[in-house]
């Protein structure tokens, strides 16, 4: 295009700094993510160093352990192939210990998810000092489990155990503890739901306070009480940090080991043996790292496919009730 002096005029847009610098972004945009993706690898670096050396590397080398045959540093690895795991499902003293962990660990979960969610419902009221009172019930969580196993031990002791002198005040015979299998579950369910709870509460508070309050409006206008409210709007709207809840309290659950080690340490008769306590012994005490580290490769692929199938099924279900709310139209 030419003006009347013959001189090529340039479109206003050409001559803009905008459209100019709009050429130039998709360069500087691409420059601005290198450099992020650099800031980004310079900080985890050292992190993603620490957790190769302390567990990354400590975990694939337990795992190849299972397909040898080593007591400790007495002789030379040998390779077994499957030895090792054929034996796991046939020694008694292993699936026994692995059965222990799954229904102990599913104990644990069901209790700490029900009180958890009990203890947020309290912690959720208007009540005065709910700061101070969402810390107390989080202090088992932080506090050291070798000094509050021990407290443990001092109440259930035998001869001058503050439980058992109250039941010789109250004309009833002291209870030996340790000889006990049901008192040794107990305990040891007892200690982990009270250590559990307090984080489990606390993440049930955040999904409480994250459910849109519009929807207790328009149930308090459809006249619903407490108890609809609870099951209609509450707990579907809780349904994620559920699943996360769940996920994570199963895997500690299954891998209880310091309240077995320090409470019990697998008696009586070996009756509250779990699997980690059980890897611990083969590790530590018998050398027996084959074993050791089949065993742990075992324990890592049965949390790992519990916890998908868990989480496959959860959110299957979201997508189930996501489609009858539409209508029957899958989106």
Do not use: C
Request: glycine residues 10%; proline residues 4%; positive net charge.
């Amino acid at each position: 295009m030419a003006s009347n002096d013959g001189k090529a005029i340039t479109p206003d847009t050409e001559r803009l700094p905008i459209a100019r610098e709009f050429r130039r972004s998709p360069s500087r945009k691409s420059a601005v993510k290198n450099k992020d993706a650099l800031i980004a690898a310079v900080i985890l670096a050292p992190m993603i160093l620490w957790w190769l050396v302390l567990s990354g590397f400590p975990t694939l080398f337990g795992f190849i352990l299972g397909f040898f045959e080593w007591i400790g540093i007495t002789g030379s690895p040998k390779f077994v192939w499957f030895h090792n795991y054929v034996r796991f499902f046939q020694d008694p003293q292993y699936y026994q210990a692995l059965w222990r962990s799954i229904w102990l660990g599913g104990l644990v979960t069901s209790i700490t998810l029900i009180a958890g969610f009990g203890a947020s419902l309290l912690m959720n009221m208007p009540l005065f000092g709910k700061g101070i009172y969402r810390s107390i019930w989080y202090i088992p969580a932080v506090t050291s489990t070798v000094a509050t196993t021990q407290i443990f031990n001092i109440l259930l002791d035998t001869n001058n155990g503050v439980i058992n002198n109250f039941l010789v005040s109250i004309g009833r015979e002291p209870i030996v503890w340790q000889y006990s299998v049901f008192w040794g579950v107990f305990w040891i369910v007892v200690y982990s739901a009270w250590k559990g709870i307090g984080g489990a509460a606390l993440i049930w508070l955040a999904g409480l306070q994250s459910v849109d309050t519009t929807l207790y409006e328009a149930a308090d206008i459809d006249g619903a009480g407490r108890w609809a409210k609870l099951m209609n709007v509450t707990l579907p709207g809780l349904k994620p940090i559920a699943t996360y809840i769940v996920i994570t309290s199963l895997i500690g659950a299954i891998q209880i080991y310091e309240q077995v080690l320090f409470m019990t340490n697998g008696g009586p008769y070996g009756q509250t043996e779990v699997l980690v306590f059980r890897i611990y012994r083969d590790a530590f005490w018998d050398f027996n790292l084959g074993m050791a580290g089949a065993s742990s490769l075992i324990m890592a692929v049965i949390v790992f496919t519990a916890t998908s199938l868990y989480y496959r099924w959860s959110t299957e279900s979201d997508r189930r009730t996501t489609t009858r709310r539409r209508g029957g139209k899958r989106v």
